[in-house]
């Protein structure tokens, strides 16, 4: 096997690579007051979604054990990646290196790479999805850390919300300000920096406002749209990503496009109805 590809579980898998020996997922467990939920292939999103929306708490998330992500590596592949959500979010990435570094001390001559995506969800996906299309270039290893590393450095994520409620358990939102946006129906549009930290670039009355300023925003910041693959995970509504999609395909043109429901870290990220896009 020339390649494997180690993701965690808050990027969503697309179907082929469930079956795919050089794709394996992290799995990483959410924790809903007491108790704990792995977000592997078992996970079941209708059942996590009514946990979070009947507890007080807060969800919580822990990263998969640098020792997971050394077994991961520990393979025939000649070439490893893991492709974790970013650094500022989760200590998934952190624990990818010290996995890398664990199995260094037996085998130094291991060719193993940690990409940071400064995102999450489908843009974890889109990132996998670039490692691959290098790698069916047959290029050098060290060419496809560059390639991909500038990749991840042109891409934008953005995600609107219907319920802030995750945001206000997680204290990223006071009481107040969350009461007040629920009653008058702001949602906000969110967006990541560079970085890949979280932050607000606007907001509107009504969900379906606050979809369609996203999308003004993705076709301001998409000049090369055509040669890029454009993105997007649900949380539970498939119809509203499809409008978000159309909406997008209206007003420009994309080199493909992705749409996944999202896995169990991206739902409790986005919350029931939540939409990311990330191009």
């Known amino acids: 096997m020339r390649y494997k590809i180690v993701i965690d579980s808050c990027g969503e898998l697309i179907e ?23 977000d592997d292939e078992s996970f079941d999103q209708a059942y996590f979604l009514k946990r979070v929306a009947e507890s007080p708490n807060c969800p919580k998330s822990s990263c998969p054990s640098p020792e997971r992500y050394m077994e991961a590596y520990d393979c025939e592949a000649d070439h490893v990646y893991a492709v974790t959500l970013s650094s500022e979010l989760s200590g998934s990435y952190n624990s990818a290196v010290l996995g890398r570094n664990l199995l260094l001390e037996s085998q130094p001559e291991k060719k193993i790479h940690i990409f940071n995506s400064r995102s999450a969800s489908v843009g974890e996906t889109l990132i996998a999805l670039k490692i691959e299309e290098c790698e069916s270039k047959d290029m050098e290893f060290e060419d496809i850390v560059r390639e991909v590393d500038a990749y991840i450095e042109s891409q934008n994520t953005y995600f609107v919300l219907e319920s802030l409620e995750t945001l206000r358990k997680n204290g990223r ?13 702001i949602k906000p549009v969110m967006g990541a920096t560079p970085e890949g930290t979280i932050i607000q670039l606007d907001q509107a009355r009504g969900i379906n406002k606050a979809l ?3 999308v003004d925003y993705i076709v301001e910041r998409s000049a090369d749209s055509a040669d890029r693959i454009l993105g997007i995970s649900h949380c539970n509504c498939r119809e509203r990503a499809e409008i978000v999609r159309d909406a997008i395909l ?3 043109p994309v080199k493909d ?13 986005a919350n029931d109805g939540g939409i990311i896009v990330v191009i």
Do not use: H, Q
Request: zero cysteines.
């Open 16 to 38: 082929r690579w469930k079956e795919d020996p050089a794709i394996e997922r992290a799995s990483l467990t959410l924790t809903v007051d007491e108790e704990d939920i792995v």
């Open 173 to 185: 939102l006071s009481n107040l300000k969350a009461f007040v946006a629920t009653a008058l129906k």
């Open 257 to 269: 496009v992705v749409l996944l429901d999202t896995a169990g870290v991206s739902s409790m990220y």
């Open 212 to 214: 369609m300023k996203m």
């Open 250 to 252: 209206k007003r420009i």
